[in-house]
């Protein structure tokens, strides 16, 4: 078990514990872009395709959340899992909130894209102010998890407002918008490594772009062809990024190839090579 360190040694007080999420490697991109395409067409799926509408989508997916999220605060470690659980259902609750602000209450997209990235930018503002850290690879206490997944339900709220903005008002497409911010993020990468962009600002623009990525890339494969997509419809769109994101955290549990080294406390985190990371 690990030894709570000290206040002076910059630690929050709280439960300690191993690392709490993956490391940032090609497969944690992979599978958020998976996650984050599931989140748009299970949303659609349960709204339209069972009749369930906004609302009691919301409620139920809501829910699912809330105790995937108690099981995930329980943890003592990264359970790949539970983790990615996780992941999947605040996409589908972060982009059911937006879809409630504007379908249900007439919110612009504007003003929900406007709200969300203030709300994001207080959520890093608090979690720095209080561990002077924004890093990914520092959540080994309840309270800096609490502020992580507060930014993770933002950023996909503010992607899912921020892409549906984008793409009604330049009226891109799917293929197009889904090229776009491909390119972004292109564009980030580069940033990152290329003019060695601070890497902790580079990940959460990412995070935060993979979810209008993920957005475009669930609605071209769902939609109609009369629509521009390619037809293949929420239910098999879905099936197949689910068995996906199945297949790659099974892997992941048995190669355990995204486990932060168990000694990565403050002042001795492990570097190891990987993508955009959250450093």
Known sequence: ?????????????????LNKVPEVTIYFWIIKVLCTTVGETAADFLNTNLNLGLANTSYVMGALLAITLVFQFRARRYIPGLYWLAVVLISVVGT???DNLTDNLG???????????LLLAAAFGAWYASEKTLSIHTIYTTRR???????????????????????E???????????????????????????KINAVLAFWIAY????????????YLSQPSDEGGLGFGTIVTSALFLAAILGFVLYLAISRKDHIAAHSTPGREKARPSTVRGR
């Open 107 to 117: 919110v612009s997209l504007q003003v929900t894209t406007l709200a969300f990235g």
């Open 169 to 195: 008002s330049l009226d891109l497409g799917y293929a197009l918008s889904l090229l776009a911010f491909a390119v972004l993020i292109a564009v980030v990468t580069v940033g990152r490594f290329g003019l």
């Open 1 to 17: 078990m690990m030894t709570t360190p000290s206040l002076s040694g910059g630690i929050s007080p709280g439960r300690q514990m």
């Open 145 to 167: 998890e609490a502020f992580y997944w507060a930014a993770i339900l933002f950023t996909f709220a503010l992607g899912t407002a921020a892409g549906d903005l984008i793409a």
């Open 96 to 98: 059911l909130i937006t």
């Open 208 to 219: 935060i772009l993979t979810r209008p990525l993920g957005a475009s890339l669930g609605d």
